[in-house]
C-alpha cells in the first residue's frame, strides 16, 4: 500500500517560525495545480506498489485551492493508480479560509479529514507567530467543520514559544479538548534558520527556552492529553481510539509514497527524490534530486521513524531484515539509555515510553549506525 501527497506551496503571509518550502507569489497557484496533473501522468510508474491506501494534501495552505479543484487531483489519481482502498484523504487548512462557503464545498469532495493549523488559542502568541487567524477563528473553523458532519479533525499546537509559558498553553489545550477533535500534533518550537524567529534571535528579541521549560511544557501536553484519553502514539501525536494519521503513520512504518508539486518528497522503497524547484520553474518543466538509498540509511531510519512511535522497534522484524548483529550494536548501544529507564526493552520491542518521548532525539543519534 502506499500514500499520494500533494504539496500545495503558497501561503498567503509566511508566519514567523515557517521554514518550509512555500511561497507567497499566488499568482503561480493556478497554473500550479495544473502542472500538478502534468505530473502525476509523468510520474504514474515511480511507485512499485500502486495500491494507494491515503491522500494527503499538505504545505503551504491547502485550503487556497477550491475544493473542486482539490477533487479534480484525486479524481484524476483515481485514473492511474488503484484507489478503490482509500481510507483517508486529508486536507491542511489555515482556520480563516474555513467560511461556511469552503466548508459546504469541501462537503462535496471526497476529503474526509482536516488537518487545522491552530497553533494555539491564545490571539497575543498567534500575533507573535505571525500567524493570519485569531483564537476566534479557530474555535469557528473546528465547530463549522463539526457541525458539517467532518467527523475527523486534527489541529496542531506549538508549544515552547518563549515568553509564552505553561499559562497560555495550559489554556490553548484545554480549549482543545473543548473542541473534542479526534487528533492532536503538538511541536516543540524550532528555530529554523532563514525564519523571522532565527532574525529576531540574533538581534536578541527573543531567546531558546530553557530546557527546563521545554520539559515542563511538554510533560503538561503529555498529561493533559493523555488524562483526557487521547493515546500518545507518536512524538507529536496524539490521537482519539481508531484516529492515528494513517498517511503520517505510513511514513513512520516505511511505506511508499509519491509526491507531487514543487517542495514534495517521494520514495518507493529504494529510492528517496524530492524536488526544491521555484514555482514558475516547476510549472515550465519538473526537475528531481534523488538518493539511492543504502543499507545504512536503511537502517538507521528504520530505528529514527520505529523510536519516534509507542511501539517502538520489532527487535524480531529488525533482526530478520537487517541481522542478529545489527539487532546486537543496538542493544548494545542502548545499554545505558536501558538502565536509565529512558529505553525500555520487553516482548520482543524497544521502544522510549512516551513520557520520555522529549528525549527521543538523543536516544536515537546515539543507535545510529556511523
Ligand atoms: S506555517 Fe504553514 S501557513 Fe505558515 S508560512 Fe509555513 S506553510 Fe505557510
Redesign the pocket.
Known sequence: MAGLYFHIPF?R???A??D?F?SAELKWLPAAVQAMHTEMDEQRDFLCDSNIRTIYFG???PSLVEPSQVQLLIDHAARLWDCSQVGEITLEA?PDDITPEYVAALRSTDVNRVSL?VQSFDDEELRFMN?RHSAADAVAAVRRLQDAGIENITIDLIFGVDGFGEQVLERSLAQALELDVQHVSAYHLTIEQNTAFHRRLERGQMRIVAEEQSEREYALVHRRLTEAGYEHYEVSNFAREGYRAQHNSSYWHGEEYLGIGTGAHSFNGRVRRWSQQPVAEYIAERRYEEEILSEQAHRNERVMTALRCAEGIDLEAFESRFGAVAKEQILQAAKLWIAQGDVVVSERRMRIPTERFLISDAVIESLFEV
Open positions: 501561503c503571509r509566511i508566519c517560525y515557517c518550509f512555500r504545505g503551504g495552505t489555515n493549523g500567524r
